[in-house]
């Protein structure tokens, strides 16, 4: 029985998510090289690279002694019997070990890279618990500048929700929340830094109209590019990508109903075993065997590109801090590590123009395209087109696809989803027009804290783990954000 706690109770202390948008835009809306004047490659010298993210997070749940927000990990440590809770603190070092690493690598004169991609629901839930010593670690290689060069920060989703089936109203809302709770722990220069893009479970909407606000959003948000799964895109006349093609970037296209379009720049993430790959530096040696391959009439460096859960699994746990420090010691002549932005810069330092990038969409797009064409798009034709397709097509969905695509976020919620989409209403119906009216409004303290409650709804955890607890712990957010607006 998850316990109910009082509003006041429940959220004493809110996260910084809101109150500085206009602030956000000027630091995050800049064209500035992060890596160039920094960067110790020289791309003219290497045949291949590789780039590596770590991925972290814990949920935040209404599981304190009196119903109070609280991190799983903190619930992982105060129920140590349950399940693998044991290995809490194991969790907690995962979360600060890059902060160790990095440091030791760099003054034994080697040149690491690794990406960082922290939810906002972790990063909260480490203040809660006063875990500085995991803060401070991440603090140092964030902000000290001689590490500068080798970490990158990637943004995500504040509550790591899956873009295709959060209400697209809330996207930028979460993209924000991230970036304001980054700049409130690491600073504004942190920030701007900030460039490549996580989607939570690597999920990509392919709805033409989730897409192309979710690319919009990010955009105006400031970012370059983002990270997509490779099984998640085709090319625009629905066939795979071609073999070399995800070893370089991509142009990702959005067109929406209305035949408007939007593109991002994106690395794609091979398939495969995620943790073993990332634990093990597979990516390095795959690397390995890879050569420079030619964007327009530039010849550049190929790039493996993985992500992985930095905690989840012995792997992780054991094999990852066993594996990554070597490689960075005994690198092979002509392979490097990267870090994506780093890449970017140094592909257009050396000419690449980004329109030369291959092309491709959302997996399951062309389909509507073959049926809808481009310029004759309205919202009617293509949803009568994605009707037409889903009774014909048993392979066809709009549910978008992720690194979990045995797993749907979708079938079997529907107690979690209708609550979910009805907060998100219920929040747009009473603030929109105030924050109209009023930009400052984003400010007050009952604004964040309903916002508070349509982010956590919104976690992708609580239509992961099956009906039960979890679902539980959806329905008593729903029930806390639901009070707060009534």
């Known amino acids: 029985m998850i316990a109910s706690a009082p509003l006041s109770q429940a959220t004493a202390n809110l996260p910084p ?15 500035d090289h992060i890596y160039l004047s920094q960067t110790d490659l020289n791309l003219d010298a290497l045949k291949s690279g590789f780039a590596c993210a770590l991925h972290m997070h814990q949920p935040t749940i209404p599981a304190g002694a009196n119903g109070e927000l609280i991190c799983n990990l903190q619930h992982m440590f105060e129920h140590p019997d349950q399940g693998d809770n044991h290995n809490a603190e194991t969790f907690a070092w995962c979360y600060r070990r890059m902060g160790e690493f990095i440091p030791e690598l760099v003054a034994k004169g080697c040149s ?22 995991v803060l401070d670690a991440l603090k140092k290689i964030t902000c000290d500048t001689q590490y500068q060069p080798y ?15 959060t209400p697209i109203p809330d996207l930028k809302l ?67 990508l071609h073999h070399e093609d995800k070893y370089i970037p991509n142009r990702l296209v959005a067109r929406n109903s209305k035949g408007e379009t939007v593109s991002m720049t994106a690395l794609i993430k091979t398939q495969g075993s995620d943790t073993k790959l990332v634990a093990q530096m597979q990516p390095y040696h795959e690397a390995k065997g890879m050569q420079q391959q030619q964007i327009g009439s530039v010849s550049v460096p190929s790039c493996v590109t993985q992500i992985a859960d930095g905690e989840n699994g012995g792997v992780m746990m054991n094999e990852f801090p066993r594996d990554y420090p070597p490689v960075w010691e005994n690198l092979d002549q002509g392979i490097a590590g990267f870090n994506g932005t780093e890449y ?69 919620y ?15 119906a009473k603030y929109d027009p105030l924050v109209a009216a009023d930009p400052t409004v984003t400010q007050q303290s ?38 707060l607006l009534s």
């Open 112 to 133: 690491p890279r690794i990406m960082l991609d922290y939810s906002g629901n972790l990063l909260w839930g480490l203040q809660q618990m006063g875990r500085h010593d």
């Open 151 to 165: 970490v990158e920060w990637l943004g995500t989703m504040w509550s790591h929700a899956v873009a295709p089936s």
């Open 414 to 428: 529907e107690n979690v989803l209708e609550p979910m989409n009805q907060l998100s209403a219920k929040f747009h």
């Open 174 to 240: 979460n993209i924000q929340a991230w970036q304001q709770h980054f700049a409130d722990l690491f600073g504004v220069e942190a920030l701007k830094r900030v460039k490549g893009f996580s989607p939570p479970e690597m999920h990509l909407p392919n709805h033409p109209d989730a897409l192309y606000e979710y690319l919009k959003a990010l955009k105006e948000c400031g970012y370059r590019w983002l990270m997509v799964q490779e099984h998640s895109v085709e090319r625009l006349d629905g066939s795979g």
């Open 17 to 31: 998510i809101s109150g500085s948008e206009a602030d956000l835009a000027q630091i995050t809306n800049h064209s």
């Open 446 to 483: 009952g604004y964040q804290e309903a916002l508070l409650y349509v982010l956590l709804v919104e976690t992708s955890c609580f239509r992961y783990w099956g009906q039960g607890t979890w679902t539980d712990y959806a329905r008593e957010l729903y029930r806390r954000g639901e009070a």
């Open 344 to 412: 970017l810069e140094l592909l257009e330092a050396a000419g690449v123009n980004p329109e030369d990038y291959p092309s491709c969409q959302a997996v399951g797009q062309h389909k509507i395209w073959q049926q809808v064409a481009p310029e004759q798009a309205t919202p009617a034709a293509v949803e009568q087109a994605i009707r037409d397709l889903t009774e014909s097509d048993h392979q066809f969905h709009m549910d978008g696809a992720s690194w979990t695509d045995d797993l749907s976020w979708v079938k079997g």
